[in-house]
């Protein structure tokens, strides 16, 4: 059976140009389309060369066009050739042609309106950004990327085209590397019951090259604030583990034991028995591979992630080491934080790793770090295929400065404790010391004793901002004088103005005027404890200073005047009433010099803006080669902004039909150190593939569902009937 193809030009109206027949008066009569070349970057070694880097070079596609009438009734044209004298003697001769032309007349030829759509096209594609497709009217399809055109030779304006109306014209298209095919499904899944991680395995991906992924993520009754994918082609072994492997198959000797309490059937612990490991020094949690255990047969590359949990409060640090021999390679660590009960589990992120038995690495274990007598709890292994892989995560729900919680001009006279701010509430006191408003500002002494007014808001993860003064300014050598802004619950800002012992939680942002000058400081308390945890020179002289003090739940930042600090408190949000403060106190020295006013002014809280998250509930989000996006809850599209990973190619499962695994998760935190509260979240996964060539796919195998529906703009321009699928004849 004759097959028909067709060359189609993404022009403003796309332009097709078939193979055989003649019901457009174009018709391509040959065409040259080669592979595109290869290109090695190699690098000299001692022992010949390397290649570092391997691409392809752009091709070029070559079509050689015959331009005739078209042979209908709908377009034949009688030409007039006029009754004006004779032209000058063999001026317009023709072969074969008795007697002179005399006059034709150029508005009933058909070749020229055929001719100036085709210069249209190939200036257009010369542009850039259009594509050139390559079909068949038995449902083939192949696309490829045009970075310019030209039509090779001048257009042959002359007798013969002009009164035979035939003509020749050969077209020149430099291609970007690989033809692409049409998208289709791969497979789509759900996540399974006490599974973390959809897992797509025996996928066949068409093609010679990697082709196009696009992961598209649905199903999910809540938000999700972290995406993850990995692509690989495993072996045997690697399919057959798995990539969720609990930890208590993963207990080796040495004071790790099974933990059977409410935590979870399935968990390791470990806590240091007297006299064993001190604290401070790092500790195996449990092994991957190790020949005291049962090893993990599974070779290649993976981003590993393990489910641990701690007591409250506590700071645990985890890395997964891979030692060859004496050697030690494929170090990783991440911090973990437990803060609550209720935020239990969390997911450390030990980085990417290559696990190759070949190169001895047969003793893979996960070491912890942690105080003396820490208990450590540890659940599941995620052995995410790392060939390809990305971690995408939201910006949350970023603290701006369009959601006014508190604003204070300070205006008026009086005390500040016990009044109300424009917006906001009551101003709470706390300390010995006392603010009063006057001068269209809130001021104190630098002498009385220390003192706090703050704002009630509804969460710490803010931002406060305000001016602050010190008039006169104090000497370079007083010492002690701190003002400044904080965050942080009741009892917190009472530790840090001093006032008792109480055990609370803050972060601050402070002026010091020290021994040796002006310093901008950051300090966090913790319990009874008040830590300085940066610092930063402000110049010798600064009376007036604009700061600005952020917490987002995790990280703080602190600027002051063109100084800026950031730094992270591990523990979450305090429980009970928080707030939003400015303070001061100090331990100055008889004889520092004479008492200076300190002063604030335009005091304004912001509070977090609308949660950004990467996948909505009932909505869809979508990792592709190109782009990541997400649809939003009111149904409007955008960028996932943070992605750190791979953009997804999947690579061919060639004729030996080698078998493709894709695996994909959601979390409700970050993957990179999030914490896993709801590990039931259903999710649905589909893979969709776009195959690409290194050369034309004459004989790929086409879907079942393959057709020509939508393939050509106009179904006018398709070929003469008489050469669709059926007809012997030959092209």
């Not at 690697?238 to 930890?247: D, H, L």
């Not at 009551?426 to 706090?452: H, K, L």
């Not at 055990?503 to 009874?528: E, F």
Request: net charge negative.
């Amino acid at each position: 059976m004759a097959v028909n193809e067709l060359w189609i030009l993404d022009a403003e109206r796309a332009l097709v140009l078939p193979r055989s027949g003649t019901r457009t008066g174009v018709t391509v009569q040959a065409q040259q389309v080669p592979a595109p070349p290869g290109r090695r970057l190699l690098m000299e070694t001692d022992e010949g060369s390397v290649a570092v880097t391997r691409a392809r070079d752009n091709f070029e596609v070559t079509l050689s066009l015959v331009l005739a009438p078209q042979h209908d009734a709908h377009t034949d044209v009688s030409y007039d050739f006029g009754s004006l004298p004779p032209e000058a003697a063999g001026e317009g001769d023709l072969p074969g042609w008795e007697g002179t032309v005399r006059n034709v007349d150029l508005n009933g030829s058909q070749i020229v309106p055929i001719v100036s759509d085709i210069a249209d096209a190939i200036a257009e594609l010369d542009r850039g950004g259009r594509t050139l497709t390559w079909a068949t009217d038995y449902g083939q399809r192949a696309t490829c990327d045009v970075v310019a055109a030209e039509i090779a030779e001048p257009i042959p304006w002359d007798d013969l085209q002009l009164v035979a109306q035939v003509s020749r014209l050969t077209l020149k298209f430099t291609c970007r590397p690989y033809w692409r095919g049409q998208e289709r499904l791969l497979a789509t899944a759900e996540r399974l019951s006490g599974r973390r991680l959809v897992v797509l395995d025996d996928l066949q991906v068409p093609g010679d090259v990697d082709a196009l992924a696009r992961i598209e993520f649905s199903g999910t009754g809540a938000a999700q604030d972290g995406l993850l994918y990995g692509i690989d082609r495993p072996d045997a072994a690697t399919r057959a583990t798995g990539v969720q492997i609990a930890c208590s198959t993963r207990v080796t000797p040495g004071g790790v034991e099974a933990h059977t309490g409410s935590v979870s059937p399935q968990t390791v612990n470990r806590a240091p028995s007297p006299g064993g490991t001190p604290g401070g020094t790092w500790e195996t949690l449990f092994s991957l591979r190790s020949t005291l255990g049962v090893p993990i047969e599974v070779s290649g590359r993976f981003r590993v992630f393990v489910r641990v949990a701690c007591f409250a409060g506590e700071q645990l640090s985890l890395r997964l080491r891979w030692t060859a021999g004496a050697i030690e390679g494929g170090l990783t660590t991440n911090p973990v934080w437990r803060s609550s009960p209720e935020t239990w589990w969390e997911f450390a992120d030990l980085g990417v790793v290559n696990i190759d038995p070949a190169l001895g690495q047969l003793d893979g274990v996960v070491e912890r770090l942690g105080p003396y007598g820490q208990w450590t709890w540890s659940d599941i292994i995620l052995l995410v295929p790392a060939h390809r892989q990305a971690v995408a995560w939201s910006s949350g729900s970023p603290v701006d400065t369009d959601t006014v919680i508190a604003a204070d001009r300070m205006d008026g006279t009086g005390p500040v404790a016990y009044s109300t701010a424009p917006t906001g509430g009551q101003w709470d006191p706390f300390g010995p010391g006392a603010w009063s408003r006057g001068g269209g500002y809130a001021s104190r002494s630098s002498t009385a004793p220390a003192a706090a007014v703050a704002q009630q808001i509804p969460s710490v993860e803010c931002q406060v901002t305000a001016l602050m003064n010190c008039r006169p300014a104090p000497a370079w050598n007083t010492n002690g004088l701190i003002y400044g802004l904080a965050i942080g619950n009741g009892v917190g800002i009472q530790r840090l103005v001093g006032d008792g012992a109480s055990s609370g939680w803050a972060v601050a942002l402070a002026l010091v005027y020290a021994i040796d000058g002006p310093k901008m400081r950051c300090y966090v308390v913790q319990g009874t404890n008040v830590t300085m945890v940066g610092q930063g020179n402000v110049g010798s002289n600064v009376p007036l200073l604009a700061g600005r003090l952020v917490f987002d739940g995790q990280t703080a930042r602190a600027t002051l005047s063109s100084t800026e600090i950031s730094f992270q408190h591990p523990l979450a949000p305090p429980s009970g009433t928080k707030h939003a403060a400015v303070f001061s106190q100090t331990f100055a020295l008889p004889g520092d010099g004479a008492a200076c006013e300190v002063a604030f002014d335009d005091f304004a809280v912001f509070g977090k803006g609308d949660a950004d998250h990467v996948l909505y509930p009932a909505r869809t989000a979508t990792i592709t080669s190109d782009e990541s996006t997400r649809v939003t809850s009111a149904g409007f599209g955008g960028a996932i902004a943070n992605m750190d990973g791979d953009r997804p190619l999947l690579p061919p499962s060639t004729r030996a039909g080698r078998p493709v695994r894709v695996v994909a998760g959601i979390c409700r935190g970050d993957w990179r150190a999030g914490r896993d509260t709801s590990p039931t979240d259903q999710l649905t996964v589909a893979v969709h593939a776009t195959p690409r060539w290194l050369a034309l796919p004459r004989g790929e195998v086409l879907p079942p569902t393959a057709d020509m529906s939508g393939l050509l703009p106009d179904d006018d321009l398709l070929p003469d009937d008489d050469l669709l699928p059926g007809d012997d004849e030959e092209i």
